[in-house]
């Protein structure tokens, strides 16, 4: 139910999202253009928007292979 309030849907309405995205997925393109488009809205909407950023320290070369060749 918090899952449901935090995505601002029904409980209904994700149960009936959660079992449609399990079902096998007909190929994209053999899909009309807005039912695309409703189902990537509903995979992006789907992920967490509050993962914190890395600082450019965590992700700079230097970091990453310290004294293994720069």
Known sequence: ???AHAKGLSLEDLVRDVSLA???TPDPNQLPP???KRRFLAWTHSHPT???LLS???ISRESIY???GL
Do not use: N, V
Request: charged residues 45%; proline residues 6%; glycine residues 6%.
């Open 1 to 3: 139910m918090a899952e």
């Open 22 to 24: 399990r079902q096998a």
């Open 34 to 36: 807005e039912e695309w």
């Open 50 to 52: 509050d993962t914190p």
């Open 56 to 58: 450019d320290q965590a």
């Open 66 to 68: 310290g004294d293994r």
